[in-house]
């Protein structure tokens, strides 16, 4: 009988002993958990809700602020040099569209002395370019000239664009833990393959 009552108090003290090991064994991971917690909170940078419409209005005052204030430097050159482009065609067709309007008015009051009367200095009994080709060149020039005004005014606004969705993409965690890969895969029973993406997400 002795025994029994042995055993019985044996089997409770270690189911108490368990119980309690296990609960401090809960605590310990729980406290570890906050603590890696608390330290990867003050490790990452806080977001700021502000700093996309700070970039794009950068971007609007100056192109290419907006980018330096992203710390994308290598991007002002391409900035410039797109709406560089966009100015110098502009300003290359609206010259030539004034030349041909110019001459073409003077054609209409009756005069004859506009610079294609001329070349190298000497005057022509014909001129170089017909009346009827004066008015063609103007539609051509203006048309190109606006044309490229809508391009540089679009690039413009790209780089506004740019410098907001680029602040926005600084904010986001991009780390091992989130990728997408390109995955390819042959399948030997019947000698096909397989071509797609891979998005991978570790909690």
């Known amino acids: 009988m002795p025994s029994k009552y042995l055993i019985a108090s044996i089997f409770a003290f270690l189911f108490c002993f368990s119980t309690i090991a ?3 064994e809960k605590k310990r991971k729980k406290h570890s958990k906050e603590i890696v917690i608390d330290s990867i909170i003050e490790v990452k940078d806080p977001i700021n809700p502000l700093s996309p419409a700070k970039a794009a209005f950068y971007s609007a005052i100056l192109p290419g602020l907006g980018q330096a204030y992203n710390k994308k430097y290598w991007k002002i050159p391409l900035v410039y040099g797109a709406i560089g482009t966009g100015v110098y065609f502009y300003v290359r067709n609206n010259r030539e569209y004034n030349r041909y309007r110019d001459a073409y008015k003077r054609r209409l009051a009756g005069f004859e002395d506009d610079e294609f009367y001329f070349s190298n200095g000497v005057r022509l009994t014909d001129p170089r370019v017909s ?7 103007q539609k051509f020039f203006r048309k190109n000239k606006e044309i490229a005004l809508l391009v540089t005014v679009g690039l413009y606004a790209l780089n506004i664009i ?3 969705v680029d ?3 600084l904010q986001y965690n991009v780390d091992e833990n989130l990728s997408l890969a390109p995955h390819y895969k042959f399948n030997e029973l019947d000698a096909t393959s397989n071509l797609g993406l ?3 997400f570790k909690f």
């Open 131 to 137: 009346t009827e080709s004066l008015e063609r060149g």
């Open 162 to 164: 740019d410098a907001n």
């Open 22 to 24: 296990q609960e401090k």
């Open 198 to 200: 891979t998005l991978n």
């Open 167 to 169: 602040a926005h993409l």
